[in-house]
């Protein structure tokens, strides 16, 4: 296995969340600085440079930098098989349920159209990054205080599950009755968990936990399907070779292995930031500010196109 997802990873991810929120990612960046560009005079130049130079980038470390990743590579990443967390409390009791009647409805709707559930499953995965970390930067401004590294991780999260959206529609085109489904779950849920959040962020994380839960077995089954000849395995759209680094020759099959493996550090992101709030010790960040850590090398080498 190349890699167990542990709470000691987690310790070394949160505060590293890879978005366009850390400029220093050169291993994602090429800059601009000497090009000549044909652009708009009344635009900043630093916007110019902003808009080129950042690259949504995975969770996984195992995807940014390196070779091109093969199937056996990506076969090889540990998602925790089967891991689940027990609810204890009320509030985990009413967060688990509530995630296990929600499956219901797509389970019953989309049966076995696992592109079109999966792109239902995003547009809804992509609202609890977003609303926490909305929330959390207005708490940051309430209080005038930092936020302990919980924003940028959260952002990451909204834009690596908006990135398998993108991702899964150039598989398919939506019926404009789906994209009205989706439009009504995403403003219901979203209004949902923004009153959830407020009230307990808590139970908000440990609901947001179970749902990715839910993703994980649901990719699980989409590479069942794949293996059983019930769908096709084509081949894999370029945003998602270049997204997780993959091997030119990469398929459908090798997205969905890449995809599981991001929603596996969701889920156990989320368990744990719920923990944290529940004892009271949201400052992760001085769990990992250690000589060790911070002097740690980084492989900022840009990746291979081997």
Not at 136 to 145: A, E, G, P, V
Not at 208 to 221: N, P
């Amino acid at each position: 296995m190349i890699r167990t997802i542990t709470q000691t990873s987690l310790f070394k991810t949160l505060p590293l969340a890879r978005t366009v929120v850390f400029p220093s990612l050169t291993a994602c960046r090429t800059l601009t600085t000497h090009q000549k560009l044909n652009i708009n005079p009344d635009m900043p130049i630093t916007m110019v440079r902003e808009v080129l130079d950042s690259k949504p980038v995975p969770m996984c470390e195992e995807f940014i930098a390196g070779s091109r990743l093969t199937t056996e590579t990506l076969e090889n990443i540990d998602f925790g098989e089967g891991k689940h967390r027990e609810p204890k409390t009320l509030g985990d009791k009413g967060a688990y349920y509530t995630v296990k009647f929600l499956r219901l409805l797509p389970d019953t709707y989309f049966g076995k159209d696992h592109y079109m559930r999966a792109v239902m499953l995003e547009t809804i995965a992509a609202v609890p990054g977003m609303v926490g970390a909305m929330l959390r930067h207005m708490k940051s401004l309430r209080r005038m205080t930092e936020d302990h590294g919980w924003i940028s991780h959260l952002l990451h999260e909204a834009e690596n599950e908006r990135m398998h959206l993108m991702t899964w529609m150039k598989c398919l085109k939506p019926s404009v009755w789906n994209r009205l489904l989706v439009l009504g779950a995403q403003g219901i849920f979203f209004n949902a968990y923004f009153a959830l959040y407020l009230v307990s962020p808590k139970t908000a994380h440990r609901m947001c936990g179970y749902l990715e839960e839910e993703a994980v077995i649901s990719y699980t089954h989409f590479l069942q399907d794949i293996d059983n000849g019930i769908i096709k395995n084509g081949p894999a759209p370029k945003i998602a070779i270049d997204y997780y680094n993959l091997h030119p020759e990469a398929t459908i099959r090798d997205v969905v292995l890449a995809v599981r493996a991001d929603e596996a550090v969701h889920r156990d992101a989320n368990h744990f930031l719920s923990d944290r709030i529940a004892e009271r010790k949201e400052d992760f960040l001085e769990d990992i500010k250690t000589e060790e850590y911070l002097h740690r090398p980084h492989n900022n080498t840009t990746p291979s196109t081997a």
